[in-house]
T-cell receptor, first 116, second 111 residues
């Protein structure tokens, strides 16, 4: 079956421009996560969506970062006025559910963002 | 936020050798996870540990959830070239939504 897909796979942009990254989770997965992975480092939690509940935005590094998700489908991560420090791989993951138990997260291949 | 210390940062080993890597935290975790990431791919879950003291195997991989709940190790026995990649530990505590990742152990296997 289809896994988590992300687009674009690579994005090069100029400092100050806005970018929008897309994540298509596995069908039926109610939970969706965004992470940032800087070169040579681990994953940094950004934001979490669970069904129609209010998202957990506690990991977003600044107000230039925002994310949306409609229902249990596609999510978009938007970075406004990009800075060179935003250069990283942005990974999306989805899982069946969350709350009282831990479910396996399935990761997409990531979007590699380079801000010049 | 939570800090996970993962070591070693990188390893160069000969095919057939055993490998061990570990993660420690200053905080207690309820769950430990171990992932492998190949170049250009997202991480893939290898082993999940849910109870202190738990020892779980997945083929040549074995992982343990430390008794103190502040550490975990991953062992790979009889390494093969396809074991090459970056291994990440991740811990989850309290908030089931949030996972904290180590900085990764880069494994290189010489045939």
């Amino acid at each position: 079956g289809a896994g988590v897909s992300q687009s674009p796979s690579n994005k090069v942009t100029e400092k100050g421009k806005d970018v929008e990254l897309r994540c298509d989770p596995i069908s039926g997965h109610t939970a969706l996560y965004w992470y940032r992975q800087r070169l040579g480092q681990g994953l940094e939690f950004l934001i979490y969506f669970q069904g129609n509940s209010a998202p957990d935005k506690s990991g977003l590094p600044s107000d230039r970062f925002s994310a949306e998700r409609t229902g249990e489908s596609v999510s978009t991560l938007t970075i406004q006025r990009t800075q060179q420090e935003d250069s990283a791989v942005y990974l999306c993951a989805s899982s069946k559910t969350s709350g009282a138990s831990l479910e396996t997260q399935y990761f997409g291949p990531g979007t590699r963002l380079l801000v010049l | 936020g939570q800090q996970l210390n993962q070591s070693p940062q990188s390893m160069f080993i000969q095919e057939g050798e055993d490998v061990s890597m570990n993660c420690t935290s200053s905080s207690i975790f309820n769950t430990w996870l171990w992932y492998k990431q190949d170049p250009g791919e997202g991480p893939v879950l290898l082993i999940a540990l849910y109870k202190a003291g738990e020892l779980t195997s997945n083929g040549r991989l074995t992982a343990q959830f430390g008794i103190t709940r502040k550490d975990s190790f991953l062992n790979i026995s009889a390494s093969i070239p396809s074991d090459v990649g970056i291994y990440f530990c991740a811990g989850q505590s309290g908030n089931f939504n949030k996972f904290y990742f180590g900085s990764g152990t880069k494994l290189n296997v010489k045939p």
